[in-house]
């Protein structure tokens, strides 16, 4: 495996401060490597997108960040910490080293300006020398990598279909080059046709390009087909993560297994589908213990009263799963 | 905002015990609260005016112009007439016109955008139009014109015109609802299986329309009761029945300012913009509940500052100094 | 261009149906108040003048009320709106054209200057939550609760009374001849600093409080924090992608303002006795001067109607989705 170029560890965010606060993530470790596409599912309300927000610090109030560290490495091997970052640096780091794609294209474009005026406010902001006519040369150049005709540069959001805006959003997010791109659900609003043609799309323009991608969606069965490796994600937490196909043939955590047969493959042999029984636990009162006990088919004593580790199961050290059934039972000594 | 934005709505949709406790913020707001205190006390005033004021508000005393003193609080007119008294008596008109313009307005507003929203159609263009153009006449100036074609304009006329020339931002926004809340799935279910039209306007939409409905009424009563003071004031309405307006009538009329009698502007005045103030901030918190974003007292510790693009960092021990307010 | 046609086929409208509200209030009124007042004036008025009041205010019974409706309509186009009786036997559209020039010049120069002070103050407000400009809002509820003209007296109290530093009244000095001259000029600035602020400092808590939320709502869009996700400028950020769109609504809430400040602002020229159509209408109140009350309206709600034509072109030119190509 590459080397890592963003590092999360015992990443904690609440919404709210105070009496008022609840628990969004807790102990988010996980390591982005260079060149991978690492897919992050979860049901609604799961965190993952939490997740996303956090690490860049976009996350809308009440979010705070109440724990842990981000750390961003270099080229030249030098790490940066994003949570201690000021406004000014944070600015220059963002889009330069790591854009986003965001879900919901209908709004991510400012409906009052051009194409041309969002993709080149971007160049005009970190790379201040680019002259005018350059910038525009670029937009062209973004736009036509997309698979969009130059001439839409003058068009305003409204007059693009959703698949255009969408498109658009994804030439912005690679204007500057960055080492990372994260996907958040980025074709969610799309149909089953544009959703593939865009991700093939992306998946060339990663080899071409050579950033990493974290992609986020709800629909696992395009994660498997997509990413290299996948973090299964729970009640903010992280439940399960390993090679996509590992997921895909073996998943350890029950919820991975639920999640995985929910979804129909594209490919491969038939299997049956089944949903997870109940709801997501909801943020204000999440279950004690492993947060899926109360949904989980296969729950043994002391899963409703600690909370499982992501580690290793079965000295099988490339992945990890937090999950009583691999790990050692908690001593019922130890039961508070 | 989609990660909030989705989070928040699972919130929504399965805080199901706690959708009392939140009607109840409503009033727990510090705004509502001072709004409702200030409104409670001119209502008692309302009540009680006329019994507690100490003098006949018309009846004429040797005390010409004096300033407030312990006989006269608010001091007396050029007639020897006692201010506070004309204020005491003065507020039952004030809130009564107020409050029937409000209600009238309302009944109005609801029927025509409640209406035009959930019918759509020919009967919406026309409603709306209707709406629109009541919206874009100036109503004051034509308030002051029919008022005036009406000699000895009594209040509860003063409180029709008011009500019939201020109905239409309410429908407006009303209508506005009620199309959007007519494509919600519950409604489209209730007009699948064959709900009465009426049934689904009183059971399904009314109850999703009450705030918007109570901050419109709350902001007519605001229009009606200066609108009512303003015709007072300019001596259309009959100004032997005592209001603030009336007050502020003869004090404009018998040249109190150059008399340098600020005691008998002053009080009226700052009555009327308490009262209107109670109820811009009642309002405000019927916004705010509305629309939690709008909130300036966010709950919980005020250490972490909120801003929108930088999430605040508080890890413990480390970076939270950065982050204090004093 | 289609989004223009259609606002233009509104103010037709709006102005067809100000006028025939204008037709049916005389007639639907009870006595006829304007029939004494001719009685009154009985020897000084000639046929021709008796004639066109009797066409503008239903006098003559003999005709229907289509033949009537024309007759108005004509004498309208003539631009022919009676005789005022408060400047007998000026005509009425003498009165409003001497008058109307001061009144556009003071609400023109105070609505803009407060709405720029105000949208600036909101801008800043409702990007920085929770900043000690929060602490602004009580401040500005109250002052919006203020009835303009009772400002315009405690400001008259305080700089022209207590301490005369501008006229209490008036538009210009008396001794001058009006002309486009610096002395005429200057003089009318310096009368028009109290009236003007007065009005500046009633209708900009609005706009603060309208820019404000309008911040709020729109800095939770998705476009927003995809600005901030760029690592673009603060200053791009709060004025090109948030400021820029939140402004779109205050620009279309406009029309209701207008009318609200307009109302305001006759108001305040009665208070100062300031020389335009406000101060007019105030003395035909009280004269009883119905020809001059019912043109003054017109003309205010043409006046209106006009200003929310330049606040749609203003709108078309910031909303590219009003431009639709042809």
Same mark, same amino acid.
């Given at each position: 495996?590459?080397?890592?170029?963003?590092?999360?560890?015992?990443?904690?965010?609440?919404?709210?401060?105070?009496?008022?606060?609840?628990?969004?993530?807790?102990?988010?470790?996980?390591?982005?490597?260079?060149?991978?596409?690492?897919?992050?599912?979860?049901?609604?309300?799961?965190?993952?997108?939490?997740?996303?927000?956090?690490?860049?610090?976009?996350?809308?109030?009440?979010?705070?960040?109440?724990?842990?560290?981000?750390?961003?490495?270099?080229?030249?091997?030098?790490?940066?910490?994003?949570?201690?970052?000021?406004?000014?640096?944070?600015?220059?780091?963002?889009?330069?080293?790591?854009?986003?794609?965001?879900?919901?294209?209908?709004?991510?474009?400012?409906?009052?300006?051009?194409?041309?005026?969002?993709?080149?406010?971007?160049?005009?902001?970190?790379?201040?020398?680019?002259?005018?006519?350059?910038?525009?040369?670029?937009?062209?150049?973004?736009?036509?990598?997309?698979?969009?005709?130059?001439?839409?540069?003058?068009?305003?959001?409204?007059?693009?279909?959703?698949?255009?805006?969408?498109?658009?959003?994804?030439?912005?997010?690679?204007?500057?080059?960055?080492?990372?791109?994260?996907?958040?659900?980025?074709?969610?609003?799309?149909?089953?046709?544009?959703?593939?043609?865009?991700?093939?799309?992306?998946?060339?323009?990663?080899?071409?390009?050579?950033?990493?991608?974290?992609?986020?969606?709800?629909?696992?069965?395009?994660?498997?087909?997509?990413?290299?490796?996948?973090?299964?994600?729970?009640?903010?937490?992280?439940?399960?993560?390993?090679?996509?196909?590992?997921?895909?043939?073996?998943?350890?955590?029950?919820?991975?297994?639920?999640?995985?047969?929910?979804?129909?493959?594209?490919?491969?042999?038939?299997?049956?589908?089944?949903?997870?029984?109940?709801?997501?636990?909801?943020?204000?009162?999440?279950?004690?213990?492993?947060?899926?006990?109360?949904?989980?088919?296969?729950?043994?004593?002391?899963?409703?009263?600690?909370?499982?580790?992501?580690?290793?199961?079965?000295?099988?050290?490339?992945?990890?799963?937090?999950?009583?059934?691999?790990?050692?039972?908690?001593?019922?000594?130890?039961?508070? | 905002?989609?990660?909030?934005?989705?989070?928040?709505?699972?919130?929504?949709?399965?805080?199901?015990?706690?959708?009392?406790?939140?009607?109840?913020?409503?009033?727990?707001?510090?705004?509502?609260?001072?709004?409702?205190?200030?409104?409670?006390?001119?209502?008692?005033?309302?009540?009680?005016?006329?019994?507690?004021?100490?003098?006949?508000?018309?009846?004429?005393?040797?005390?010409?112009?004096?300033?407030?003193?312990?006989?006269?609080?608010?001091?007396?007119?050029?007639?020897?007439?006692?201010?506070?008294?004309?204020?005491?008596?003065?507020?039952?008109?004030?809130?009564?016109?107020?409050?029937?313009?409000? /209600? =009238?307005?309302?009944?109005?507003?609801? @029927?025509?955008? #409640?209406? $035009?929203?959930?019918?759509? %159609?020919?009967?919406?263009? !026309?409603?709306?139009?209707?709406?629109?153009?009541?919206?874009?006449?100036?109503?004051?100036?034509?308030?002051?014109?029919?008022?005036?074609?009406?000699?000895?304009?009594?209040?509860?006329?003063?409180?029709?015109?008011?009500?019939?020339?201020?109905?239409?931002?309410?429908?407006?926004?009303?209508?506005?609802?009620?199309?959007?809340?007519?494509?919600?799935?519950?409604?489209?279910?209730?007009?699948?299986?064959?709900?009465?039209?009426?049934?689904? /306007? =009183?059971?399904?939409?009314?109850?999703? @329309?009450?705030? #918007?409905? $109570?901050?419109?009424?709350? %902001?007519?009563?605001?229009? !009606?009761?200066?609108?009512?003071?303003?015709?007072?004031?300019?001596?259309?309405?009959?100004?032997?029945?005592?209001?603030?307006?009336?007050?502020?009538?003869?004090?404009?009329?018998?040249?109190?300012?150059?008399?340098?009698?600020?005691?008998?502007?002053?009080?009226?005045?700052?009555?009327?913009?308490?009262?209107?103030?109670?109820?811009?901030?009642?309002?405000?918190?019927?916004?705010?509940?509305?629309?939690?974003?709008?909130?300036?007292?966010?709950?919980?510790?005020?250490?972490?500052?909120?801003?929108?693009?930088?999430?605040?960092?508080?890890?413990? %021990?480390?970076?939270?100094?950065?982050?204090?307010?004093? | 261009?289609?989004?223009?046609?259609?606002?233009?086929?509104?103010?037709?409208?709006?102005?067809?149906?100000?006028?025939?509200?204008?037709?049916?209030?005389?007639?639907?009124?009870?006595?006829?108040?304007?029939?004494?007042?001719?009685?009154?004036?009985?020897?000084?008025?000639?046929?021709?003048?008796?004639?066109?009041?009797?066409?503008?205010?239903?006098?003559?019974?003999?005709?229907?009320?289509?033949?009537?409706?024309?007759?108005?309509?004509?004498?309208?186009?003539?631009?022919?709106?009676?005789?005022?009786?408060?400047?007998?036997?000026?005509?009425?559209?003498?009165?409003?054209?001497?008058?109307?020039?001061?009144?556009?010049?003071?609400?023109?120069?105070?609505?803009?200057?407060?709405?720029?002070?105000?949208?600036?103050?909101?801008?800043?407000?409702?990007?920085?939550?929770?900043?000690?400009?929060?602490?602004?809002?009580?401040?500005?509820?109250?002052?919006?609760?203020?009835?303009?003209?009772?400002?315009?007296?405690?400001?008259?109290?305080?700089?022209?009374?207590?301490?005369?530093?501008?006229?209490?009244?008036?538009?210009?000095?008396?001794?001058?001849?009006?002309?486009?001259?610096?002395?005429?000029?200057?003089?009318?600035?310096?009368?028009?600093?109290?009236?003007?602020?007065?009005?500046?400092?009633?209708?900009?808590?609005?706009?603060?409080?309208?820019?404000?939320?309008?911040?709020?709502?729109?800095?939770?869009?998705?476009?927003?924090?995809?600005?901030?996700?760029?690592?673009?400028?603060?200053?791009?950020?709060?004025?090109?992608?948030?400021?820029?769109?939140?402004?779109?609504?205050?620009?279309?809430?406009?029309?209701?303002?207008?009318?609200?400040?307009?109302?305001?602002?006759?108001?305040?020229?009665?208070?100062?006795?300031?020389?335009?159509?406000?101060?007019?209408?105030?003395?035909?109140?009280?004269?009883?001067?119905?020809?001059?009350?019912?043109?003054?309206?017109?003309?205010?709600?043409?006046?209106?109607?006009?200003?929310?034509?330049?606040?749609?072109?203003?709108?078309?030119?910031?909303?590219?989705?009003?431009?639709?190509?042809?």
């Amino acid at each position: 495996m590459s080397e890592p170029v963003l590092t999360i560890s015992g990443l904690n965010v609440d919404y709210g401060t105070g009496a008022d606060a609840v628990y969004a993530l807790r102990d988010i470790d996980l390591t982005l490597h260079r060149g991978e596409v690492l897919g992050l599912a979860g049901e609604s309300g799961s965190g993952k997108s939490t997740l996303a927000y956090a690490v860049t610090r976009l996350l809308s109030p009440p979010g705070v960040i109440t724990g842990g560290q981000v750390h961003y490495h270099q080229r030249d091997g030098r790490a940066l910490d994003l949570l201690a970052l000021s406004a000014a640096e944070l600015r220059a780091f963002r889009w330069q080293e790591l854009s986003i794609v965001f879900q919901g294209a209908m709004n991510s474009l400012n409906p009052v300006y051009t194409v041309h005026n969002q993709l080149t406010d971007v160049l005009q902001a970190h790379r201040p020398e680019m002259k005018k006519a350059d910038r525009t040369a670029r937009a062209r150049e973004l736009l036509s990598l997309v698979g969009i005709s130059p001439d839409r540069l003058g068009a305003y959001p409204h007059q693009l279909s959703g698949g255009m805006r969408q498109r658009v959003m994804i030439a912005m997010a690679l204007a500057l080059e960055p080492e990372i791109v994260i996907m958040d659900e980025p074709t969610t609003a799309l149909d089953v046709v544009m959703q593939r043609q865009i991700l093939r799309q992306l998946v060339r323009l990663r080899e071409e390009l050579g950033f990493s991608v974290v992609f986020i969606t709800h629909d696992i069965s395009l994660l498997i087909e997509f990413s290299d490796r996948i973090a299964i994600m729970y009640g903010g937490r992280i439940v399960e993560q390993a090679g996509a196909s590992e997921i895909y043939r073996d998943p350890r955590h029950p919820y991975s297994a639920g999640l995985l047969h929910s979804f129909p493959a594209l490919h491969g042999p038939r299997r049956e589908l089944s949903g997870i029984p109940g709801s997501p636990p909801h943020l204000s009162s999440m279950p004690s213990g492993c947060a899926f006990h109360p949904r989980c088919a296969k729950k043994v004593e002391g899963c409703d009263t600690h909370v499982p580790v992501l580690a290793a199961p079965d000295a099988d050290g490339s992945r990890s799963v937090a999950c009583w059934l691999h790990h050692e039972a908690p001593a019922p000594a130890a039961r508070a | 905002m989609a990660v909030t934005a989705s989070e928040v709505a699972v919130l929504d949709a399965t805080e199901t015990p706690a959708a009392s406790k939140r009607k109840f913020r409503f009033l727990r707001g510090r705004k509502t609260v001072v709004g409702l205190g200030i409104l409670l006390f001119f209502v008692l005033m309302a009540i009680i005016g006329p019994w507690i004021a100490p003098y006949d508000p018309s009846a004429m005393s040797q005390d010409l112009l004096q300033p407030p003193s312990g006989s006269h609080w608010f001091g007396t007119t050029q007639t020897g007439q006692d201010v506070l008294s004309q204020i005491l008596v003065g507020t039952r008109g004030v809130l009564l016109v107020g409050f029937v313009a409000g /209600i =009238l307005a309302t009944a109005l507003s609801v @029927l025509i955008g #409640v209406t $035009a929203g959930f019918l759509g %159609g020919l009967a919406d263009e !026309a409603l709306s139009l209707l709406s629109n153009v009541f919206l874009v006449i100036p109503g004051l100036p034509l308030i002051i014109i029919i008022a005036s074609f009406v000699t000895d304009a009594g209040d509860l006329l003063i409180a029709f015109v008011i009500a019939l020339t201020s109905w239409a931002w309410g429908a407006r926004v009303l209508r506005a609802q009620t199309l959007s809340l007519r494509r919600r799935d519950y409604v489209e279910a209730a007009r699948a299986t064959g709900e009465p039209t009426w049934r689904i /306007i =009183l059971f399904e939409v009314m109850p999703n @329309l009450t705030a #918007v409905i $109570a901050s419109g009424f709350v %902001g007519t009563v605001i229009f !009606a009761i200066l609108s009512e003071i303003t015709l007072a004031f300019i001596g259309v309405a009959d100004i032997s029945n005592w209001n603030w307006g009336t007050v502020l009538f003869w004090a404009q009329s018998s040249q109190a300012l150059a008399q340098g009698a600020w005691w008998w502007f002053v009080p009226a005045g700052l009555c009327i913009a308490l009262l209107g103030m109670s109820l811009a901030l009642i309002n405000f918190g019927i916004d705010e509940f509305v629309n939690p974003r709008l909130r300036t007292e966010t709950g919980g510790s005020r250490k972490v500052k909120m801003r929108v693009g930088f999430t605040p960092v508080a890890r413990t %021990g480390t970076a939270r100094h950065k982050e204090t307010r004093s | 261009m289609k989004f223009l046609l259609q606002r233009l086929a509104f103010y037709l409208v709006t102005a067809w149906a100000a006028i025939t509200i204008n037709f049916l209030i005389p007639r639907l009124m009870p006595g006829d108040p304007v029939q004494a007042l001719i009685a009154r004036f009985q020897g000084q008025l000639d046929t021709n003048a008796i004639d066109s009041l009797k066409a503008l205010f239903g006098l003559d019974k003999k005709q229907s009320l289509w033949q009537q409706y024309t007759d108005y309509w004509a004498h309208l186009f003539h631009g022919d709106l009676g005789l005022s009786f408060t400047f007998f036997p000026t005509p009425v559209s003498e009165v409003i054209a001497q008058s109307l020039p001061w009144t556009l010049a003071l609400v023109g120069i105070t609505t803009l200057i407060s709405f720029l002070l105000g949208t600036g103050i909101g801008v800043f407000t409702g990007w920085r939550r929770g900043s000690w400009m929060d602490s602004l809002l009580p401040v500005t509820t109250f002052i919006s609760s203020i009835p303009y003209f009772w400002l315009g007296l405690i400001a008259i109290s305080l700089f022209a009374v207590k301490w005369p530093l501008f006229p209490a009244d008036g538009g210009y000095d008396n001794s001058l001849v009006p002309a486009f001259d610096w002395p005429f000029i200057s003089s009318a600035l310096y009368h028009g600093v109290l009236p003007g602020f007065t009005i500046v400092l009633s209708a900009v808590a609005g706009w603060i409080l309208g820019m404000r939320n309008m911040m709020v709502t729109v800095s939770s869009e998705d476009y927003v924090m995809v600005a901030q996700a760029k690592g673009l400028s603060e200053r791009r950020v709060m004025f090109g992608y948030a400021a820029r769109n939140a402004i779109l609504p205050n620009i279309s809430g406009f029309a209701l303002s207008l009318g609200f400040i307009v109302g305001g602002t006759l108001l305040v020229e009665m208070v100062f006795s300031y020389p335009g159509i406000g101060y007019q209408l105030f003395q035909g109140v009280g004269a009883k001067d119905y020809p001059l009350m019912q043109g003054i309206f017109l003309i205010i709600t043409l006046s209106v109607l006009a200003a929310n034509l330049l606040a749609d072109i203003l709108y078309m030119l910031l909303d590219p989705r009003t431009r639709r190509e042809a």
